[in-house]
């Protein structure tokens, strides 16, 4: 049991990002999901327990709940401004990488929830599964079950996926890890 | 067709990560080396374990920044008690201190004897990072939200332009209240900043007229932001990657907004 260092929360930061994109599915959904576990958990001192990264996980999975439900009160028409700049600074340098990451994030973002936060959770963030399950509020037996679904679902999509030529960026880039 | 309940899928799952332990690999291996089926789901869990290790994309620098910001704050609100102790000790001349430096930065940054924030300094606060969750929707105002300053509420945009409210913060800068609720869409986020107290000098940029009221078109902190008076106080709409059209558009909405929450 130990206090929250919030110095050390920032090293997290690239991982934890990564993850929200995986849950939510967009980049700017992700900065947001991030950005609002930060407030949260650095609003007051907290005392921890666990790892400080299963700790941000269980800290952003209840910042999705808590998202979810507040979108679910709010009827939404459909959006229509179309003259936002669409440009993505980064994608102009690396439209490769950031086209592979894209696609493997919208296929986790796409899984069950259930599915989708283990996935998450061991395969993103790097939590063992005693974390990951502590992290979720879920038996370690029920998380090696839920990833083992995820991963499979995610390896039939981009082994399976009809691409034209040469086939999506992230399988392209599996072809090529495989081939090492 | 695979039948899920025949395959040891927590193993497989272990063996591709390498946390399966030592003395129950070897067994495994056996299996799957005479099962063509089990080598195949270890060969998509073994891909999919690749894969997402190897992602490395990095958080965008205007993230790390917000939460630098936060981490930041916290850590010097935080510190541990004995560095209070020798704090304390100091806490009188340090604080004189400080509190001239930021007289003295106020004083700058306004450009003059002045401590009214600038439309800048509001900007600024309009591209910084949100320190509270955004304000509800107002049940009586289905376009506004439940956050007033000087009368104005703040608008709410996701039902008419897909704009959600995503945060809010509230500064203080020279007596006056600066309250900023930010918005996001599409990947990109402005803030919306209202200044309490009377309208800040304004000038520079682009003008818009539009009916009575002027709007001030400009570009700061690498940003657009758009000035404009309402009901007496200073608005400010800033974003980055925003152009200034855009802005524009949600600023004429709110002054629609506004005028029928009040009539």
Same mark, same amino acid.
């Given at each position: 049991v130990r206090r929250l260092d919030p110095k050390s929360l920032g090293q997290h930061l690239d991982v934890l990002y990564r993850a929200a994109w995986g849950l939510c599915g967009s980049r700017e959904d992700a900065e947001d999901l991030v950005q609002e576990t930060y407030a949260r958990v650095l609003a007051r001192p907290r005392v921890i327990r666990e790892d400080e990264r299963a700790y941000l996980m269980r800290a952003m999975r209840n910042t999705f709940y808590s998202r979810l439900r507040t979108a679910s009160r709010r009827p939404q028409e459909a959006a229509t401004l179309e003259d936002i700049e669409p440009a993505d600074p980064r994608a102009g340098n690396r439209p490769d990488r950031a086209a592979e990451f894209g696609e493997i994030m919208q296929a986790i973002s796409e899984l069950p929830e259930d599915f989708r936060l283990a996935i998450v959770a061991v395969d993103v963030l790097g939590l063992s599964y005693g974390e990951a399950a502590k992290a979720l509020d879920a038996r370690e037996a029920t998380i090696t079950t839920r990833l083992y679904r995820a991963r499979q679902r995610i390896a039939k999509q981009f082994d399976d996926s009809p691409q034209s030529g040469e086939g999506s960026a992230a399988k392209r880039s599996l072809t090529v890890k495989e081939n090492r | 067709m695979t039948d899920q309940s025949q395959l040891p899928e927590a193993e497989l799952a272990a063996l591709a990560d390498g946390s399966l332990p030592a003395d129950r690999r070897a067994q495994l291996r056996a299996r799957i080396e005479a099962s063509p089926e089990l080598a195949a789901a270890l060969g998509e869990q073994e891909r999919t374990v690749t894969m997402l290790r190897a992602l490395d994309e990095p958080a965008p620098a205007g993230l790390r920044d917000r939460v630098r910001?936060?981490?930041?704050?916290?850590?010097?609100? +935080?510190? &541990? +008690?004995?560095?209070? +102790?020798? +704090?304390?000790?100091?806490?009188? &001349?340090?604080?004189?201190?400080?509190?001239? =430096?930021?007289?003295?930065?106020?004083?700058?940054?306004?450009?003059?004897?002045?401590?009214?924030?600038?439309?800048?300094?509001?900007?600024?606060?309009?591209?910084?990072?949100?320190?509270? &969750? =955004? &304000?509800?929707?107002?049940?009586?105002?289905?376009?506004?939200?439940?956050?007033?300053?000087?009368?104005i509420a703040f608008p709410y945009y996701g039902r008419t332009a897909g704009w959600e409210a995503t945060g809010a913060r509230t500064d203080t800068i020279g007596g006056r209240r600066v309250v900023t609720v930010f918005y996001t869409a599409r990947g990109h986020r402005i803030g919306y900043a209202i200044v309490s107290g009377a309208p800040l000098p304004a000038g520079g940029g682009t003008l818009v007229t539009r009916g009575d009221v002027t709007y001030w078109l400009q570009h700061a902190h690498g940003a657009e932001l758009i000035t404009w008076r309402q009901a007496g106080h200073t608005c400010v709409i800033a974003g980055h990657r925003v152009i200034p059209r855009t802005l524009l558009a949600l600023a004429f909405a709110e002054e629609i907004q506004a005028a029928r929450a009040t009539s």
């Open positions: - | 910001e936060m981490t930041d704050g916290a850590a010097q609100t +935080r510190g &541990p +008690r004995r560095a209070a +102790r020798w +704090r304390r000790s100091l806490f009188v &001349p340090a604080a004189t201190a400080l509190a001239v =430096a930021v007289a003295a930065l106020v004083v700058l940054l306004s450009g003059g004897g002045s401590s009214s924030p600038t439309v800048l300094q509001t900007a600024h606060l309009a591209l910084a990072a949100a320190t509270s &969750p =955004a &304000p509800s929707e107002d049940p009586a105002h289905r376009d506004l939200l439940r956050l007033r300053v000087g009368g």
